[in-house]
């Protein structure tokens, strides 16, 4: 069990645009950036977003982070079959001193 | 090309030992904190261990502290994780991960932009 909740999946058409949720507390997410990661079935997970909102070079900008108080969301806009992937947020705990993930979201581009 | 390249995975019997070996090539390895990150079969992301890029932080998840020790070798480029009184819970595929900042410690909330492919670890009799 994850300190950091995400819904189990999500699905849209393709074009349409889906957000993921992650919600933590003050000792995580609420005081600390957050990060986020998609990982293609049988592949190594790849940062989508640091820092919160920030996309390392070569991520498309359909792909956005924001957060508010204890909450994080990824935003993928223009979906695309390609992106059928595992999503994951990501932060420091201060109360568990360890980094932490959330249990990851399943897309399905319908 | 920035790589990162984890080794030493394999079967093993419950409460025998294994290490982890990582060999980064391409980014200046110790400007960098590194982590070891594992994914059970069929389930999520599981932070398993970090160290700063001097090793003067280091960090454990509960699930593994006391049995698994990670150290670095800056000259050598090279992570590593040794793991002690292995237990069936432990199977897992096993990444090691880089930190996206310079000079961080094993406790900042960093993105982790370089992932290996992996080696894996099954424990069982």
């Known amino acids: 069990q994850s300190v950091l909740t995400q819904p189990p999946s999500v699905s849209a058409a393709p074009g349409q645009k889906v957000t993921i949720s992650c919600s933590g507390s003050s000792s995580n997410i609420g005081n600390n950036y957050v990060s986020w990661y998609q990982q293609l079935p049988g592949t190594a997970p790849k940062l989508l977003i640091y820092d919160n909102n920030k996309r390392p070079s070569g991520i498309p900008d359909r792909f956005s982070g924001s957060k508010s108080g204890t909450s994080a969301t990824l935003g993928i806009t223009g979906l695309q079959t390609g992106d059928e992937a595992d999503y994951y947020c990501?932060?420091?705990?201060?109360?568990?001193?360890?980094?932490?993930f959330g249990g990851g979201t399943k897309l399905t581009v319908l | 090309e920035v790589q990162l390249v984890e080794s030493g995975g394999g079967l093993v019997q419950p409460g025998r030992s294994l290490r982890l070996s990582c060999a980064a090539s391409?980014?200046?390895?110790?400007?960098?904190?590194m982590h070891w990150v594992r994914q059970a079969p069929g389930k999520g992301l599981e932070w398993v261990s970090g160290i700063s890029w001097n090793s003067g932080s280091i960090g454990y998840a509960d699930s593994v502290k006391g049995r698994f020790t990670i150290s670095r070798d800056n000259a050598k480029n090279s992570l590593y994780l040794q793991m002690n009184s292995l237990r069936a819970e432990d199977t897992a595929l096993y990444y090691c991960?880089?930190?996206?900042?310079?000079?961080?410690?094993?406790?900042?909330?960093?993105?982790?932009?370089?992932w290996g492919q992996g080696t894996t670890v099954t424990v069982s009799s």
């Open positions: 391409g980014f200046t390895f110790d400007d960098y904190a």
């Open positions: 990501g932060t420091w705990d201060s109360s568990l001193s360890a980094r932490v």
């Open positions: 991960a880089k930190d996206n900042k310079k000079w961080g410690s094993s406790s900042d909330p960093y993105g982790m932009d370089v």
